[in-house]
């Protein structure tokens, strides 16, 4: 089955510094999403990339759809404290279109040193 | 706030029990999803329901259940629970499915503790 691996499982950094986590999947995706879970918290839906090699931002977060569809990143510049918690890629395959499962990445969980 | 109720918040029970856990979706979404996140665990799609009728169905072990009702709220029924069935259940919804790109909201969650 589909699966959707992130790299790193845990990041720590100094407030103010760049963090980047990667999300690959062994399948195609036809799409993928990013969601933002805070500590205690339920996940929070961030964009979705539909297009091969495409490119959103939003604020100081960057967000890539890898060439052939099967990767993504999410890139976030000069870290805040608000930045805490585990970032989720979630995507869905492009063999099955009409299943509506999205398969979850294992997440990358962002701590802040002030 | 999601607009996504999930009841109860938490929830203690003995192994071998049946609980159902219930949401309510955001006012006009049509899909309902089922997520189990375990803790330091990733979310794991459980199964989905759209208007109704199931449209996509993940890792659901058989003594687990769901269904969603004319007034498109749920319920995740989970029988002869054991110790690893505890867990954050989440409820989420769209206004269409994952394949339309429709936003997923979720709620926020309904503790479970199997003793």
Known sequence: ?114 | DSGVTQTPKHLITATGQRVTLRCSPRSGDLSVYWYQQSLDQGLQFLIQYYNGEERAKGNILERFSAQQFPDLHSELNLSSLELGDSALYFCASSVGGTHTGNTIYFGEGSWLTVV
């Open chain 1, 1 to 114: 089955g589909q699966q959707v691996m992130q790299i790193p499982q845990y990041q720590h950094v100094q407030e103010g510094e760049d963090f980047t986590t990667y999300c690959n999947s062994s399948t195609t995706l036809s799409n993928i999403q990013w969601y933002k879970q805070r500590p205690g918290g339920h996940p929070v839906f961030l964009i979705q990339l539909v297009k091969s090699g495409e490119v959103k931002k939003q604020k100081r977060l960057t967000f890539q759809f890898g060439e052939a569809k099967k990767n993504s990143s999410l890139h976030i510049t000069a870290t805040q404290t608000t930045d805490v918690g585990t970032y989720f890629c979630a995507g869905r395959g492009a063999a099955n279109f009409g299943n509506e499962k999205l398969t979850f990445g294992t997440g990358t969980r962002l701590t802040i040193i002030p």
